[in-house]
């Protein structure tokens, strides 16, 4: 490993110059409304969905969208052998390494290339009015998730990040736990989410050149838990990060301050098994979430304790379906985004992780690309 990097020069700094900027930036993209699905094939679930890449996050994607009625009919990938063999292998129709093949034949396209591709493959398909579901994080930085953003609204084609876990119906309940006060007043948000990978300078998950580290692949998911819980991003922050040989965040630490005072402490990491729980805490009780990226339950504690509530919504198939019907809903009404999980939202959440990356030096090739 490299070391460590840190942004220590103060408890806390605030990482934009006016509060104002952040309230503008969270606001400036309503939900947008497009032309009416005349067909109504997503209402009926008989949604046509193509694919871009065939990692192993496809699979999951698979199970989901077949078990809530959908149709996978179309694979494309960069290598024509290894896509075949992908399609043969789970029942999907055709196969291709041009994403052009799949204009006028979907009703949706979900991107799951490496993260360094997500603005690539996306602007492609957007251009060409295909509606993109995008795996997280959208793209690399918000220069690129702006451009996205942009090229939407231009075609009026339908874009949203697969940040699944904002689709939960876990955390729908844990906002209205907070919202009825059962907590008290939020004083801490606490996180981790790590796992110990084999370094592979070639890999996605250590080599610059496709962004990897923690923080895009999975610290994404304890921001995305303290902004579901605070209902904004860190008024201030602090980073402290292990770099691994190549410059990537093999492990990171962020400590943020909310407008409320409330507090959250967030760790990441692809070198160290941290665990996927979560702890809410407020002056009334706490609140535990295992597994809290893919939730399934959730228990309330007392002060004193006691249990006082808990929460079980199994997923239907594996979590993945909530997002693929929020897009099924969103194009049968004609809508440009999702309210759940808006361009505003993916946009803010790229500032603040470009931000978390500048205070612990991880740079990609891409942060200094003109973009035209």
Not at 122 to 127: A, K
Not at 169 to 188: D, N, T, Y
Not at 196 to 217: F, K, M, V
Request: proline fraction near 5%; aromatic fraction near 6%.
């Amino acid at each position: 490993m490299q070391g460590t990097a840190s942004h220590r020069r103060q408890p806390f700094e605030p990482w934009f110059q006016d509060r104002r900027d952040l309230d503008a930036l969270l606001t400036s993209r309503p939900v947008a409304q497009g032309r009416p699905n005349s067909e109504s094939r997503c209402d009926a679930g008989l949604m046509r969905w193509g694919i871009v890449g065939h990692g192993g996050i496809v699979s999951t994607f698979l199970s989901a969208a077949r078990g809530v009625g959908h149709e996978v009919v179309a694979v494309v990938g960069r290598d024509a052998p290894k896509v075949a063999a992908f399609a043969d292998d789970h029942d999907i129709g055709a196969s291709s390494c041009d994403l052009g093949d799949l204009v006028g034949e979907v009703d949706a396209v979900y991107v799951a290339t490496p993260h360094s591709s997500h603005r690539d493959v996306s602007v492609t398909l957007l251009n060409a009015g295909v509606p993109v579901l995008c795996e997280k994080p959208m793209a690399v930085n918000a220069a690129q998730v702006r451009q996205m953003i942009e090229i939407s609204q231009l075609s009026g084609a339908f874009l949203m990040e697969a940040m699944w876990t904002r689709h939960l119906p876990v955390m729908a309940a844990c906002r209205k736990w907070i919202q009825e006060g059962r907590l008290g007043e939020i004083q801490m948000v606490e996180a981790n989410f790590g796992f110990n990978a084999p370094y592979d300078p070639n890999g996605r998950l250590w080599a610059p050149e496709s962004a990897g580290g923690s923080l895009l692949d999975v610290g994404i998911y304890t921001l995305t838990l303290a902004e579901l819980v605070f209902q904004s991003q860190p008024l201030s922050f602090d980073a402290e990060a292990e770099l691994s040989r190549d410059g990537v965040d093999a492990r990171l630490s962020v400590t943020a301050e909310y407008s409320t005072g409330g507090l959250a402490k967030l760790n990441s990491a692809i070198n160290t098994d941290l665990g996927t729980d979560a702890r809410i805490v407020g002056s009334e009780g706490h609140v535990d979430i295992p597994c809290f990226w893919r939730a399934e339950q959730m228990t309330l504690t007392s002060l004193e304790g006691e249990k006082v509530d808990e929460v079980h919504e199994p997923h239907r198939v594996n979590g993945f379906e909530f997002q693929i019907t929020e897009v099924a809903r969103c194009l049968e009404a004609g809508m440009m985004e999702s309210p759940v999980v808006p361009g505003s939202w993916s946009l803010a959440m790229a500032v603040l992780m470009d931000e978390i990356r500048s205070r612990v030096g991880v740079v990609y090739p891409c942060d200094g690309e003109a973009l035209s």
